[in-house]
């Protein structure tokens, strides 16, 4: 059974860090691009980062760029994100997915349409 789980949401302060895991089951992660996604309530999904999985190429939305890393640990099947100086903007629910696509641009791999396996969602929140 595919799944993917993401841990290490809350909540925290404008200025403060949180690392987000997504650990993933059923699958062979080393053959998958991972992406982080988010969301809040009356708008679309976007993407935020997401780290292919044959060179490990990284790509971050332009608002998290120099705040946030993604990383990868296929041997304990695990992706992480690395949010620091976050802001208020940031609250969302944050998901990761993954895709077996090649990741080709910015915007092609910041697609949540190329994405398969989807996690159940985590929230954070950024808030004095």
């Known amino acids: 059974q595919v799944q993917l789980v993401e841990s290490g949401g809350g909540l925290v302060q404008p200025g403060g860090s949180l690392r987000l895991s997504c650990e993933a089951s059923?699958?062979?992660?080393?053959?998958?691009?991972i992406g982080w996604f988010r969301q809040v309530p009356g708008k679309e999904r976007e993407g935020v980062s997401c780290?292919?999985?044959?060179?490990?190429?990284?790509y971050y939305l332009d608002s998290v760029k120099g705040r946030f890393t993604i990383s990868r640990d296929n041997a304990k099947s695990t992706v992480y994100l690395q949010m620091n100086s976050l802001n208020p903007e940031d609250t969302a629910v944050y998901y990761c997915?993954?895709?077996?696509?090649?990741?080709?641009?910015?915007?092609?791999?910041?697609?949540?349409?190329?994405?398969?396996?989807w996690g159940q969602g985590l929230q954070v929140t950024v808030s004095p």
């Open positions: 997915a993954a895709t077996y696509q090649e990741l080709r641009y910015t915007d092609y791999a910041l697609d949540p349409r190329i994405y398969d396996f």
């Open positions: 059923g699958f062979t992660l080393d053959y998958y691009a």
């Open positions: 780290i292919s999985s044959d060179d490990d190429s990284a």
